[in-house]
């Protein structure tokens, strides 16, 4: 039996890089730039010109995936707070996206990568940082993420995974580089320089298989991923 196309909109404010994508029946539909503290002047603008783009309406689309961090807890909220209005406007599921793993999907995208260090400037003197594998052309993270300081990331105590090449992605290789890599002796490395930050055009392969699993979320159950755990996701009012 063959399934319609989902029509998924996938919303990301969590860095410096803001961006919309739309996939649906006649294609892929995008917008972003690095922008920071624009993001909520920019993204309501940018959905709005991928449902021009494409010839659809809000009411058209089937479930909207959301950046849900870790990231900039401002960009974090402004992403999920436009998204949660969307979809509470129109009951549309939602689907959360890990910025590690959105980040992690373009290195498979722009570099065909299969296991990934990703890391994000979290500020403080410290990153957010993940390691991931690519299972059956997506990436999943192993474990969970966390903040910690440049010198304290580990990666997976498997021997076999030593022989890997890992893919660094993201700003926390930019500012804190050197102490990474003298804190991962034993991993083969290749940067991705070009992967800096997450971009909801890589969020849309995450979403599609969260759909087809039927892994979605109501506005009112969707979640941010902090990671820093004295920060509370405050939802939207009377909510």
Request: charged share 20%.
């Amino acid at each position: 039996m063959t399934h319609p196309i989902p029509t998924i909109l996938a919303i990301d404010s969590a860095t410096e890089f803001c961006s919309v994508a739309l996939s649906c029946a006649d294609g892929v539909f995008e917008r972003g730039q690095e922008a920071p503290r624009q993001h909520a002047d920019l993204l309501l603008p940018y959905v709005q010109s991928v449902l021009d783009e494409a010839g659809l309406t809000l009411q058209d689309v089937d479930a909207i995936a959301v950046g849900s961090g870790p990231g900039s807890f401002t960009g974090v909220r402004i992403a999920a707070g436009i998204a949660q209005g969307l979809a509470f406007s129109q009951s549309i599921p939602m689907i959360p996206v890990s910025s590690l793993v959105a980040m992690a999907q373009q290195a498979v995208r722009l570099h065909d990568a299969s296991h990934v260090l990703a890391a994000i400037d979290a500020r403080m003197g410290e990153v957010y940082w993940g390691t991931l594998e690519r299972v059956d052309g997506l990436m999943r993270i192993q474990g969970k993420a966390v903040v910690c300081a440049p010198s304290e990331v580990t990666v997976p105590s498997v021997d076999e995974l030593t022989d890997l090449t890992w893919t660094t992605v993201g700003t926390g290789f930019e500012t804190y580089g050197d102490v990474l890599i003298e804190h991962l002796p034993h991993v083969r490395l290749q940067r991705a320089v070009d992967v800096r930050f997450p971009h909801a055009l890589d969020m849309l392969p995450v979403a599609f298989d969260a759909w087809a699993r039927g892994e979605t979320v109501t506005a009112d159950q969707f979640d941010v991923e902090y990671v820093r755990n004295e920060v509370t996701w405050q939802k939207l009012p009377g909510r």
